[in-house]
């Protein structure tokens, strides 16, 4: 038999391959993009712009949210061994420094005890957490007041 080259063919399947793969990489990625221009326009923040209103939280979810768990450090760790969950508290502010002849101020009225940890080992004279159960406003003020004052709390 006589030596030839070996046959080439142009134009091959591996070509055509190629062509049908990014054919098919434009299909999918006009799909995915026509898919992310549907959910943009039914979004809620679609609505806002459109001018509807935003939806609303069900009434149910609006009143959970309006009491928060606010944990509290009162100075006298004694006065917080007395205290159990479901225990109402007033929560006082007293000896702010600058201030120490102004008269002690009521920072939270009548706040629900959801718990009382156990008392931290290795902590001195530095008081004792408790967690109240206060509306958020009465929450911001008791950590604006601890940061400033000592804490205590009487039983209601």
Same mark, same amino acid.
């Given at each position: 038999m006589p030596a030839f080259a070996p046959l080439r063919v142009r134009g091959g399947g591996a070509g055509r391959l190629r062509r049908a793969v990014r054919r098919r990489r434009r299909v999918t990625a006009v799909g995915?993009?026509?898919?992310?221009? &549907?959910?943009?326009?039914?979004?809620?923040?679609?609505?806002? !712009? #459109?001018?509807?209103?935003?939806?609303?939280?069900?009434?149910?979810?609006?009143?959970a949210v309006a009491?928060? !768990?606010?944990?509290? #450090?009162? !100075?006298?760790?004694?006065? /917080?061994?007395?205290? #159990?969950?479901?225990d109402r508290?007033? /929560? *006082?502010?007293?000896?702010?420094?600058?201030?120490?002849?102004?008269?002690?101020?009521? *920072? &939270?009225?009548?706040?629900?005890?959801?718990? /009382?940890?156990?008392?931290?080992?290795? /902590?001195?004279?530095?008081?004792a957490l408790v967690v109240l159960s206060v509306p958020r406003e009465t929450a911001r003020a008791l950590v604006g007041a601890a940061a400033v004052a000592h804490l205590a709390v009487t039983l209601c």
């Amino acid at each position: 038999m006589p030596a030839f080259a070996p046959l080439r063919v142009r134009g091959g399947g591996a070509g055509r391959l190629r062509r049908a793969v990014r054919r098919r990489r434009r299909v999918t990625a006009v799909g995915l993009a026509a898919a992310a221009a &549907a959910l943009a326009a039914a979004g809620p923040q679609a609505q806002a !712009s #459109r001018g509807d209103p935003p939806p609303r939280p069900p009434a149910a979810a609006v009143a959970a949210v309006a009491m928060v !768990s606010a944990p509290v #450090r009162i !100075s006298d760790a004694a006065t /917080v061994r007395l205290l #159990r969950p479901g225990d109402r508290v007033d /929560v *006082v502010a007293a000896g702010e420094p600058g201030r120490e002849r102004e008269r002690p101020r009521v *920072v &939270a009225a009548g706040a629900r005890v959801v718990q /009382v940890p156990p008392a931290e080992a290795g /902590v001195g004279d530095g008081g004792a957490l408790v967690v109240l159960s206060v509306p958020r406003e009465t929450a911001r003020a008791l950590v604006g007041a601890a940061a400033v004052a000592h804490l205590a709390v009487t039983l209601c």
